[in-house]
């Protein structure tokens, strides 16, 4: 399929739309359960498994408008499934929140093997979105698999150690926000490592 210009607006949508979804669903159905099929779940465990699909069609159709997927997106989606459906199959929250400990140590562990090759594999899967020189894809690799390593890091603290309350608004907005703020702060090494267009 032939690659296309998307809106910002959508692509966001598409991206972040099934997480708010989710945030949504578990703010109007926080502390219910439902007995289906003789089993109880709680709102949390069908909201899985709803999220599930939706993140599936919102993947999906990214696909259709841009015509192409990232590596990143499509490790994510594989990850919503598996721990996803681990959650709704054995009745098992834990498994749900882990995902984003899975997800963001996977892309740790793979820009931290690609450093050890000397390559930047970020600057293969943006395939040359930033206009940055090799020097400043390596610099850049670096600071993000640090920050994805923090990343899983406290997602495992907050799971644990705090309420599904607490641990939704930390997914929902804390990690995203923490995300946005990284690529904020590299402003100055953009600026620094912006390779000559000619």
């Excluded at 959508?10 to 669903?25: A, H, R």
């Excluded at 289906?36 to 999906?60: K, N, R």
Aim: with cysteine; charged share 15%.
């Amino acid at each position: 399929m032939q690659e296309k210009t998307v809106s910002p607006a959508v692509k966001i949508g598409l991206e972040l739309g099934p997480v708010f979804l989710f945030f949504v669903g578990y703010v109007l159905t926080r502390g219910q359960s439902y007995t289906i099929g003789g089993t109880e779940y709680a709102a949390f465990i069908l909201l899985t498994a709803a999220f599930i699909p939706v993140m599936a069609l919102a993947t999906f159709l990214l696909w259709r408008l841009s015509g192409r997927l990232s590596k990143m997106q499509l490790v994510t989606l594989v990850m919503v499934v598996v721990f996803g459906g681990l959650t709704v199959w054995l009745n098992d929250d834990r498994f749900f929140k882990t995902k984003p400990t899975a997800i963001y140590g996977i892309f740790a562990l793979l820009l931290g093997i690609g450093l050890l090759r000397g390559q930047s594999w970020l600057e293969l899967v943006m395939e040359g979105a930033l206009p940055l020189t090799h020097e400043g894809w390596i610099l850049l690799t670096k600071r993000l698999a640090l920050m994805f390593f923090a990343m899983a890091c406290a997602n495992e603290l907050v799971w644990r150690n705090f309420s599904t309350d607490m641990w939704v608004n930390f997914r929902t907005f804390g990690l995203p926000v923490a995300l946005f703020g990284f690529f904020l702060l590299q402003a100055r090494l953009f600026e620094r490592y912006k390779s000559d267009p000619s």
